[in-house]
């Protein structure tokens, strides 16, 4: 697979986290497919050459006379698409990977484009602020959320921003990021042996979306008793514009570290709080725990895909008053968040840039097999819902249903017939995850709840199997939470050559259940294919699990119909 990524964030630009997203990225990305990374300069600095991330460093030509802002933005558009055409041509990409909405404009013709925003524009901006510029700004961005084939974001926070923009006329899809835990490492209060206990703000010197003067009147509530009592001092790391009416008395020097100097300090803080406001996603927090440091961050925020307050994080509330007081508890209790600390650093470690790309190139193969309307209906927001039910279910249903679902599954493969003439089978489940090949080595097992080792979730809307790669196909305990019943069914009968048999559950709904079929009637009328729908009370076990099946065979027509809409 051919991979053009292009992004106006050089990998050389430490601060922001977008330059390390392009280097570590792109790095990983290159064990998997052979990708030609683009920078787009759009800065007066001096043009850096290409390097081992970058291939190619264009900027823009200045013809054409441009003044208003949107002349100057259609100008800077044609003379990168000018420049690109070469490359375009050469290399022939499968899919152009636009990083950033200044990246778009170029490509906006072309019909495979993955567009990935890290943050939305408009989410920073007042109406006070916008001006002539900013609101072409905002023209580009709508424009690239609303016309790729496929938009990534990397929290639900972020994603309902971008539904919000674009008017609800894309579906993105939520993806995990990477960290380099390897690099972060721990010196805390303990281990120093200094009995200071470190409090500290990592990010921009930012009010309106950081929220760093909350931290500070916070602080300066606690007053300086308190930090001489307890032994704390208070930090803060960054860059940025800080109100010379501060009282900064408690604190020690605003510092802007990079580097290893960077990841001492993260390694120094016993406690690290996070006040923001707005945080499309918020790696500060995620690189706090890769370091062992108790955590405090707001919720509500792009943190929730990581932070789970009582597990891995403490909540801190908006309020500066009520913002000392959890801050106060944290430094009094800190002893007793060993655990909390424990379980940050192991959160942590599951985002690895592998995972981010393997979720990326899942994405990316849906693009190849023109899927895009199978991508639209599988991950639209609603599915993050329905797996958002999911977690905060309770583990006696959890158990309860994978159980039922071990039963059900083990029925219909003795049904079937596993064991004799060697055919391939797939069983779909909700959360049911067999461990080593009790089942068989031609039995395959899928899980809808849970997210894989790519990083995102398998839906019954967007299989990633080929035509006809399974003998026959077993569904039980993943029909419940499907959001689009047709199309799900049609994703069954192509990947199945035999037969589909779905398992049903009956009776009380699971609380992430998005629908319940009992009729006859409508199994048979979301059938709209030439495979036969039979019922089949043998697979019921009515006495031991209250599920029902449906059985579809297949006449032998359907695959030409699936053939064309799926080449």
């Known amino acids: 697979m051919r991979i053009l990524f292009v992004t106006t964030e050089h990998p050389g630009c430490l601060f922001g986290g977008l330059g390390t997203f392009t280097r570590e990225y792109v790095r990983e990305l290159r064990r998997h497919a052979d990708v030609k990374c683009v920078y787009f300069h759009l800065h007066d600095a001096p043009l850096p050459s290409p390097d081992l991330t970058v291939d190619y460093v264009i900027a823009p030509e200045h013809i054409f006379e441009a003044f208003s802002p949107e002349a ?35 490509f906006r013709f ?12 408009t989410d920073l901006l007042t109406s006070n602020t916008m001006n002539d510029l900013y609101f072409q700004e905002v023209k580009v961005e709508r424009c690239a959320l609303e016309n790729s084939s496929v938009v990534g974001a990397y929290s639900d926070f972020s994603a309902k921003s971008v539904l919000k923009v674009a008017g609800g006329r894309c579906s993105p899809v939520v993806l995990p990021l990477g960290l380099n835990v390897e690099r972060f490492h721990s010196n805390k209060r303990k281990k120093r042996g200094d009995g200071i206990l470190n409090v500290s703000y990592f990010g921009r010197f930012e009010d309106v979306q950081k929220g760093v003067n909350d931290f500070i009147f916070a602080v300066n509530r606690l007053g300086p008793r308190f930090k001489e009592r307890n032994k704390v001092r208070y930090h803060l790391y960054g860059k940025g514009f800080l109100d010379p009416g501060l009282d900064l008395s408690l604190f020690e020097k605003p510092e802007f570290l990079e580097g ?39 919720g509500g925020l792009g943190m929730d895909m990581y932070a789970e307050p009582g597990r891995n994080c403490i909540s801190l509330p908006k309020s500066p008053v009520d913002m000392a007081q959890v801050l106060r508890d944290a430094v009094l209790d800190y002893d007793s968040y060993s655990l909390v600390q424990e379980n940050a650093v192991s959160t942590a470690r599951e985002w690895t840039w592998e995972r981010c790309v393997k979720s990326h190139m899942y994405i990316y193969r849906q693009i190849c097999q023109r899927r895009i309307p199978q991508i639209a209906s599988a991950y639209r927001m609603e599915e993050r819902e329905v797996l958002d039910s999911y977690r905060k279910s309770n583990d006696v249903e959890k158990i309860h249903c994978a159980e ?32 080593g090949m009790s089942f ?11 997210e894989g ?36 069914l049609m994703e069954l009968e192509r990947i199945a050559r035999d037969s589909v048999i779905v398992l049903y559950k009956k009776g009380q709904p699971y609380s992430w259940q998005t629908f319940q079929m009992e009729n006859k009637k409508d199994w048979k009328i979301i059938n709209s294919s030439s495979w036969e729908c039979n019922f089949e009370s043998q697979f019921a ?26 080449a």
């Open 453 to 488: 080792s790519e990083g995102i979730a398998v839906r019954l809307e967007c299989l990633p199997f080929r035509n006809d790669e399974f003998d026959e196909v077993v569904v039980a305990g993943a029909w419940e939470s499907v959001l689009d019943p047709c199309g799900a």
């Open 110 to 121: 072309e019909n495979n484009v993955f567009y990935s925003s890290h943050l939305i524009f």
């Open 440 to 450: 068989g080595k031609n039995v395959r097992f899928v899980s809808v709840l849970n």
């Open 72 to 106: 100057r933005i259609l100008e800077v558009a044609a003379s990168f698409k000018a420049q690109l055409e070469p490359i375009l041509k050469s290399f022939r990409p499968d899919v152009i990977h636009c990083n950033d909405r200044q990246t778009y404009l170029p």
């Open 404 to 435: 039922m679902e071990r039963i059900s599954a083990g029925c219909a493969l003795e049904k079937i017939g596993v064991d004799s003439g060697g055919k391939k089978v797939l069983v779909i489940t909700g959360n049911y995850e067999p461990e």
């Open 260 to 298: 290893d100097d960077l990841y001492n300090a993260y390694a120094d803080a016993d406690i690290v709080i996070m006040p923001s406001r707005y945080e499309p996603f918020g790696l500060t927090g995620l690189e706090a725990m890769a370091s062992g440091a108790l955590l405090l961050v707001a």
């Open 541 to 566: 076990m009515e006495k031991t699990v209250p599920y029902g099946a449906v059985v579809y065979k297949n006449s032998g027509h359907i695959k030409e119909v699936l053939d064309e809409n799926f």
